[in-house]
């Protein structure tokens, strides 16, 4: 049986550790901001050695609300809207940390600190843990980090990392092992996290990040005997519902659609998830979309992107059906919202979730039918959009983004190179 966690969605009440203090939802303008910002970020990563490894690491550094650090290594955690708890330490500190498919290390705030911005639960506490040690700046583990960050030797002995991230945020601190509790049974005495001892005010008030990236330094990576690489996801539908991770296999092939994973392009950071979109079809329509228009860029799925992104010749053809068939329900064209650009009116529509099917067809004839909620966004009380968006750079990979995986149970094996997307009636 695999080992399950409840997911919950970081800006609702589910995630409030504290019931008598209100939940602070952004706006959807400031959503979609953050999620822009963190698409660059990702796409930026296409260029690894863009990172400074020459630059030197001040533990103790003084912050400067309005510095900006280049965009480099780590992706922005603002976006990223899902939480599980974890236990770290011994005795057990429990953590709510956010998941993300597309960044390598975990890591949380730790005690004592050069400068922590103030998170949700209280901050780990490394004296308070019997099992806590920190890693040579000699060592192979050290090394993993190399392809994200920048490291040097603190005091010649203990490995050191700054992670800089493309929304101006950085995170810097030891590379450290303690004892991970997962469930009562599953815990993993050895595990190697990043004790972050001088971070940003930019990252909110998340306890730290859950990698669960291809890296060699990832949680998948480092619990493969237990989870044998294979976990899965079904993401809240809502921001007062719930969703799960789970880690380890407990499917039926049969009952699962497969697509395979595919090789990531020259010069990309290889800790992301790419699979190949063959076609899209709206309304039971397939677009006329040229297959060379995916395979030239490829495309990611990923957990902490919001919007799906589409190169921009795919997202004009949905985009023109798109409005074609809304036309025939009358629906009348609004202005733009954000990255949103396919919007329209909703006044005087009682049933908006009756809009145009969109599926996805992956390589290996997966096709893949998305929930009504994974293909529009109600912006305000007058208007609704399709949630999709154009990448302005061709050059640039697409994302399937999270709103897309709505309702769905999402499947990683990565040991057998294969995604899997089924209808969970634990999803709806």
């Not at 493969?224 to 007062?240: D, E, M, N, Q, V």
Request: one cysteine or more.
């Amino acid at each position: 049986m695999p080992s399950t966690l409840e997911v919950v969605d970081r800006h609702g009440p589910c995630a409030q550790t504290d019931k008598n203090q209100p939940f602070n939802i952004p706006s959807l303008a400031k959503i979609l901001v953050n999620d822009q910002v963190r698409v660059k970020s990702i796409q930026a990563r296409a260029k690894p050695d863009s990172i400074n490894t020459n630059k030197k690491i001040d533990a103790n550094k003084s912050r400067d609300k309005k510095a900006k650090l280049p965009a480099l290594s780590g992706l922005p955690l603002d976006t990223a809207l899902y939480m599980v708890t974890i236990g770290l330490g011994t005795p057990k500190r429990n953590l709510s940390l956010v998941f993300d498919t597309g960044s390598d290390l975990t890591w949380t705030q730790c005690l004592p600190c050069a400068h922590c911005y103030k998170q949700n639960d209280p901050i780990f506490n490394t004296s308070a843990s019997s099992t806590y040690s920190k890693i040579s700046c000699k060592s192979k583990q050290c090394s993993h980090l190399n392809s994200f960050a920048v490291t040097s030797c603190y005091r010649n002995a203990t490995c050191l990392y700054d992670i800089q991230y493309g929304d101006g945020s950085d995170s810097i601190g030891f590379l450290s092992r303690d004892k991970l509790t997962i469930t009562p049974t599953d815990v993993f005495s050895a595990f190697l996290f990043g004790c972050a001892r001088n971070s940003s005010e930019l990252f909110g008030k998340i306890d730290g990040l859950l990698g669960l990236s291809k890296g060699p330094i990832s949680f998948l990576s480092q619990t493969k005997t237990t989870y044998a690489h294979y976990f899965s996801y079904c993401l809240p539908s809502g921001i007062r519902s719930t969703g799960f991770l789970a880690f380890g296999k407990n499917h039926k092939d049969d009952a699962v659609i497969f697509t395979p994973f595919v090789a990531a392009p020259p010069r990309t950071a290889p800790v992301f998830y790419f699979i190949e979109i063959i076609a899209i079809s709206v309304g039971g329509t397939r677009l006329p979309i040229n297959r060379s228009v995916f395979t030239t860029v490829g495309t990611i799925i990923d957990s902490g992107t919001v919007i799906t992104r589409l190169p921009q010749a795919a997202y004009n053809a949905m985009s023109k059906e798109f409005k074609k068939r809304m036309k025939a329900y009358n629906y009348k064209s609004a202005p733009a919202f954000s990255i949103l650009d396919t919007c329209f009116h909703i006044s005087g529509h009682t049933n908006i979730t009756k809009v145009p099917s969109v599926s996805f067809t992956f390589k290996g004839n997966a096709t893949v039918d998305l929930d009504p909620s994974g293909i529009i966004w109600v912006v305000s009380s007058k208007v609704m959009c399709l949630a999709f968006a154009g990448n302005s750079d061709p050059d640039k990979f697409a994302i399937f983004g999270s709103t897309q995986q709505r309702k769905l149970e999402v499947m990683y094996d990565v040991a057998g190179g294969n995604l899997g997307f089924a209808h969970n009636p634990r999803c709806q």
